[in-house]
């Protein structure tokens, strides 16, 4: 007996649908479980161990990179959520003016702009500054990285902003709250899920951060992923896979949590 | 006595292209204890009219008085009135009770008296045992009392509410019709009400300001709304009307003999210190005229067909001007008008019950 | 409310006031951090190498003209620079490629999302999505553990004696093409599903009602229907694979080079940052040419911030 007639069916859609997750996964399942390999091979299993993750715990580089990719992630992931949230509130809380698409058109650049280019570009322009002024510090991480994390701490701000009921802070303020206090009182209780959000995606590009960390910094001032990546060059034992697999955790988490606080409910 | 509010030549566009003028020139007094309505359709003007004296919004130009002070650049957290939002924008993080005590909590008041005041709210609107319940956990007919009480709380000289039954189903609307007017009553406060509801207005107000496109139309009692309606849109928006063509033939001050296309003449009302002459357009409500034999009618046509409504039927009458008309009637049970579809009949309206509409 | 015919009054200009400051601190770092350092990088493009990196500051057309042509050592005649223009063309080439592969994959996985129950949708989407946000030199190189010489496929192939000696798949274009495919993925599936999420299916029954068979269903009604989409995602993969740096460094082993790696060929090796700055330039021109065009075609569906 013939099929019932599916409207919605394509012919080899399911299975091109399959293979992509598939395809999409594979790599990334092996990848964690070959850091659990208690060989040095990252192809060949030789059992269970979890000697690659004490390997890379007792790597004194690895530990000097993975404290300098959280501070830096904590400085850059604060600094430009603070900054996010006073910039999404002058975009959605005063009235359209002159310069608004500028103002939109900065703050998305470093979405817009291709990575190697903004490296390149802060790689000259602080090259300059290390000459004049001889400071070589972390600072220079930082505020590179507070730069491009702005776009991604305002864009989920932003959206909770624009998704709230103005008349709600209309209210507070036709029941006598002076602007500060709508804000503390009115705004701030329920932008918090949006500032979380914010904050932890900006966190999670600090954190994963490749292009513009390799090319702003200074000798000694690897970070996980950069760390990671001039191990690439050399044999590859499993403990690369074992901090790609710590730092998977890290960003699974973070997304899972973060696609649950977009949606709590204004 | 100064007005409540006074409204000078108000003025509001939103520049764009091309610009969209929201409020031509309005000026309104409204009085002190006055239930006062403004009615029209969505985009009449008249929410933006309230979200300026609330100060929301800014006026392009005119002025702005409440007793006779000057609100223009009063920002809205130093204006004393209050406002109930269409949307309640109940504070979703608060308790019923927090609500209602944030407009005095914001003043400074001391804790007792707040509390003092809360309390005397909810028992007014009758939330009493809601006091603790999160905004989200009430029902609609519920948040729209907590909005009320938050708006009466820090007790306004003048309330603003902005279509704020227009979410409730029909029975409990009706409930709330009576209940706001009570409150108006036993508070004192100058209501200022919105709504696009014809029948809420009527029923509410003490006087009602008509609006459409940017524009004040008539401003004045129910009664003298719905029976003296001064132009064309008035008469439309309000109730149901037939228009009747008809010519001047003397008037001295309101009152105008006009002739109509059967060539009879009856009185009717002219709209106060207008002097028309010429072809005019009359409004006569259905429920203001009656069916009669040709003869006796002052215009004449065939019953073209019968609609029976239960409280009343309507009489569809095709003229012999080539105009419509329809006749409303109580139906009662021992009583029925004699006339069937096709019958040659005359419609009939007593002098003074038709109105002049101004062009 | 932004401008009256009469001169802004108080409250406009307090909250204008308001707005610029709170803008500042944001707007100052970006400055600073962003868009001062591209200023300077034009500048660059103008002067002159200096020996060991950094520049000379004078005045000099060099980069520019290095950028696609090249002057003889012996004897100053100009011809194209084949060198550049070799790796241009396979940036543009394997951008395309990824981004037909990208399409190849991703349309029928977007329209397999689209198509499950709504309560099943967001958790398909979050599969697509997860691989999005983790490190894209973590997913580059979980690649590079399959297809390398040691790695996974090569030794489940010699372990089953299909193949004696391993496959050489790493370390040239088509080891490019398959990471960036794999790394960009999800910015295809993500468009093409929000426009495939609001294709009404009654138009689709409508096509099947008036005699059209799948293929035509296909071509005539939904590809045209979920068209934005389609291109939205061919423009958000083609932008980064034009640039991409990771992936071809880890992929292409150092000699199959895109212009991003050529662009740090030149703070390198090179030492000719005005020529790195020139190239860099000139990569932000091409991608804001193609950023232009997609807003030009999408912004007649409505204001395009989001």
Redesign the interface.
């Known amino acids: 007996m013939a099929k019932r007639f599916d409207i919605q069916r394509m012919p080899g859609f399911k299975t091109i649908a399959a293979v992509t997750f598939v395809l999409l996964y594979m790599p990334i399942f092996l990848l964690v479980i070959y850091s659990f390999n208690a060989g040095t091979s990252i192809a060949i299993w030789e059992g269970f161990s979890w000697r690659w993750y004490v390997s890379a715990w007792d790597n004194q580089q690895v530990q000097d990179a993975t404290v300098r990719s959280l501070i830096i992630a904590f400085w850059a992931s604060a600094i430009s959520t603070t900054l996010a949230v006073l910039a999404a509130l002058a975009t959605t809380r005063t009235p359209k003016f002159k310069g608004q698409s500028a103002v939109f058109a900065m703050i998305n650049q470093p979405l817009m702009v291709p990575e190697i280019v903004t490296a390149v570009a802060l790689l000259i322009f602080f090259a300059m500054i290390k000459v004049a002024t001889g400071y070589t510090g972390l600072l220079y991480l930082i505020i590179a990285h507070t730069a491009f994390c702005i776009p991604f701490a305002y864009l989920p701000i932003r959206a909770r902003l624009t998704g709230m009921?103005l008349?709600?802070e209309?209210?507070?303020?036709?029941?006598?709250?002076?602007?500060f206090?709508v804000f503390t009182?009115?705004t701030l209780?329920?932008l918090w899920p949006g500032i979380l959000a914010g904050a932890m995606l900006a966190f999670v590009i600090s954190l994963d951060d490749v292009v513009i960390t390799e090319f702003v910094k200074s000798a000694g001032q690897d970070t996980l992923p950069t760390y990671m990546l001039g191990q690439l060059r050399r044999v590859v034992t499993p403990e690369v896979n074992a901090i790609s697999t710590v730092l998977l955790g890290i960003s699974v988490t973070m997304v899972v949590a973060f696609t649950a606080l977009s949606k709590l409910k204004? | 006595m100064t007005a409540a509010i006074s409204v000078r030549n108000l003025r509001k566009?939103?520049?764009g292209t091309p610009d969209v003028v929201a409020l031509a020139d309005a000026s309104i007094d409204i009085q002190d204890n006055e239930f006062f309505t403004l009615l029209g359709p969505s985009g009449c003007g008249k929410t933006t009219l309230l979200r300026m004296i609330?100060?929301?919004?800014?006026p392009?130009?005119g002025t702005l008085t409440m007793h006779g002070e000057d609100l223009?650049?009063l920002?809205?957290?130093?204006?004393p009135?209050?406002?109930v939002?269409?949307?309640y924008?109940?504070?979703?993080?608060m308790t019923v009770a927090q609500n209602i005590g944030?407009?005095l909590e914001?003043?400074g008041k001391p804790k007792a008296e707040i509390k003092q005041t809360v309390d005397e709210m909810m028992e007014l609107v009758k939330m009493t045992e809601m006091a603790d319940r999160q905004t989200g956990q009430i029902s609609g007919g519920q948040q729209q009392r907590v909005a009320l009480a938050?708006?009466l709380a820090?007790r306004p000289r003048v309330l603003l509410l902005d279509e704020p039954l227009s979410a409730l189903d029909f029975k409990l609307r009706k409930d709330m019709q009576l209940e706001l007017k009570r409150l108006q009553m036993e508070t004192g406060i100058t209501f200022i009400f919105v709504t696009h509801d014809q029948e809420e207005a009527l029923t509410m107000s003490d006087r009602i300001a008509v609006m459409s496109a940017g524009t004040i139309r008539q401003i004045g009692g129910p009664r003298d709304i719905y029976d003296h309606p001064a132009e064309r849109f008035v008469a439309d928006f309000i109730g149901d009307t037939n228009f009747v063509p008809a010519e001047v033939a003397t008037h001295k001050g309101t009152d105008a003999d006009v002739t109509l296309s059967s060539g009879k003449v009856v009185t009717a009302r002219m709209p106060e210190g207008e002097q028309m002459q010429g072809k005019v357009t009359l409004a006569v409500r259905p429920e203001h005229a009656n069916i009669s034999t040709e003869a006796e009618g002052l215009l004449p046509g065939t019953l073209s067909e019968v609609v029976y409504f239960g409280t009343d039927t309507h009489y569809h009458v095709a003229l012999d001007d080539g105009t419509g008309f329809v006749v409303r009637r109580q139906n009662r049970p021992d009583e029925t008008s004699g006339f069937s579809t096709g019958d040659r009949i005359g419609v009939q309206f007593a002098p003074g019950v038709g109105q002049v509409l101004r062009d | 409310?932004?401008?009256?015919?009469?001169p802004a009054?108080?409250?406009?200009k307090r909250a204008s006031r308001v707005r610029w400051l709170l803008l500042a601190p944001a707007l100052l770092v970006l400055l600073f951090a962003a868009s001062g350092p591209l200023l300077i990088t034009l500048v660059y493009s103008v002067l002159t190498p200096g020996d060991y990196g950094g520049v000379i500051w004078q005045p000099s057309g060099d980069a520019w003209f290095n950028v696609i042509l090249q002057r003889d050592i012996f004897d100053d005649t100009l011809s194209w620079s084949d060198a550049h223009l070799s790796i241009f063309w396979r940036s543009v080439k394997l951008s395309l490629m990824t981004t037909v592969g990208c399409i190849i994959f991703g349309f029928p996985t977007a329209y397999f999302i689209a198509t499950r129950p709504k309560k099943q949708r967001d958790l398909w989407m979050l599969l697509i999505i997860i691989p999005f946000w983790t490190n894209i030199l973590i997913r580059t190189f979980a690649v590079v553990e399959l297809i390398r010489n040691e790695g996974t496929i090569n030794t489940v192939l010699m372990w089953s004696g299909i193949i004696d000696a391993p496959i050489q798949m790493l370390f040239t274009e088509f080891s490019i093409l398959v990471g960036m495919i794999y790394v960009y993925l999800p910015l295809m599936v993500l468009p093409l599903y929000a426009s495939m999420e609001r294709l009404d299916f009654s138009l689709v029954e409508a096509g099947y009602d008036l005699y059209a068979t799948r293929m035509q269903v296909l071509k005539r009604i939904i590809l045209p229907l979920v068209k934005p989409g389609v291109i939205a995602g061919s423009i958000l993969v083609f932008v980064p694979s034009l640039g991409a740096y990771v992936t071809p460094r880890v992929m292409g082993g150092g000699n199959q080079l895109m212009i991003g790696n050529l662009i740090e060929l030149q703070f390198g090796q090179g030492r000719n940052w005005p020529l790195g700055a020139a190239l860099s330039i000139t990569l932000l021109a091409i991608v804001m040419v193609a950023l232009m065009a997609y807003v030009r075609t999408a912004g007649k569906e409505g204001p395009g911030h989001g």
């Open positions: 009921d008349a709600l209309q209210a507070a303020a036709d029941l006598y709250a002076p602007p206090r009182r009115i209780p329920q204004t | 566009v939103y520049p609330a100060g929301f919004e800014h392009t130009s223009s650049d920002p809205p957290y130093k204006r009135v209050n406002t939002f269409q949307s924008a109940l504070f979703p993080h944030f407009g914001m003043l938050r708006a820090p | 409310m932004a401008e009256h015919s009469p009054n108080a409250t406009e």
